[in-house]
């Protein structure tokens, strides 16, 4: 399947939402767009066209079924000549990196690549940064999102428990779906454990889900920070 990207004539880049983002927070994909374009990155979306990466279904055991998304997603793509793929979505930059055998980056990536023409917007805040459990145990991306929030101005506080050790959400894995009881106890549990009173997670499914658990604490979306 692989082979449907070695003859590449185009070297597209496309910026690839996630269903998350695409669907429930519309005005999040908006800020990513600005982003790209303020960081000069030409780039193109599929829109309607695009299907779900399928990390769903896979996880859920599907795997016909997650086959079936895979291969009308790489037919796609080689029609439009993508060549690489940003996603704002952890859970599918793990899916194309690792289940697709792409070239994929997350936004955090991308913008640390160009982090260069970042500008500092705040002055020392201290907010407190959310590891997701696909970004950082899955992709290994911890320092990219640090580093880039730093230089727009962001002091980060970090919870007792990060990076590598960093609590989950609560919402991945079904969970939220099939207990949703256990899930947002999860997330209560984890914010008890934010050290102040801002919170940025680089995952939309996060943000979305602790935004719901949250009493007192300004929860953002990883985009927040940039536009």
Known sequence: MFKLFEKLVNKNVLYYPGCMTKFVLKDKEENYKKILEKLEIDF??????????GSP?????????????????????K????????TNCPGCAQMFKEHYGLKAEHISET???NRKKLKRKFSDEEFTYHD?????????????????????????????????????????????????????????????????EKLVTSC????????????GKLIMEFSEVFV
Not at 142 to 153: H, I, Q
Not at 204 to 215: A, L, T, W
């Open 44 to 53: 193109m979306m599929l829109k309607n066209e695009e299907f779900c990466c």
């Open 204 to 215: 939309p499914m996060c943000y979305y889900h602790f935004k719901e658990n949250s009493k």
């Open 79 to 86: 029609k439009y000549g993508i060549s690489k793929i940003i």
């Open 132 to 196: 997701p459990c696909h970004l950082g145990r899955y992709l290994k991306i911890y320092e990219e999102p640090r580093e880039v929030m730093e230089l727009r101005g962001i002091k980060i506080v970090e919870f007792d428990s990060n990076r590598e050790n960093a609590l989950c959400c609560g919402a991945g894995g079904g969970l939220r779906n099939n207990i949703p009881s256990l899930s947002n106890q999860i997330a209560k549990n984890t914010l008890s454990k934010c050290k102040t």
């Open 57 to 77: 279904v896979l996880n859920a055991g599907y795997s016909k079924d997650f086959e079936n998304l895979r291969d009308k997603n790489l037919a796609l793509f």
């Open 111 to 113: 913008i640390y690549n």
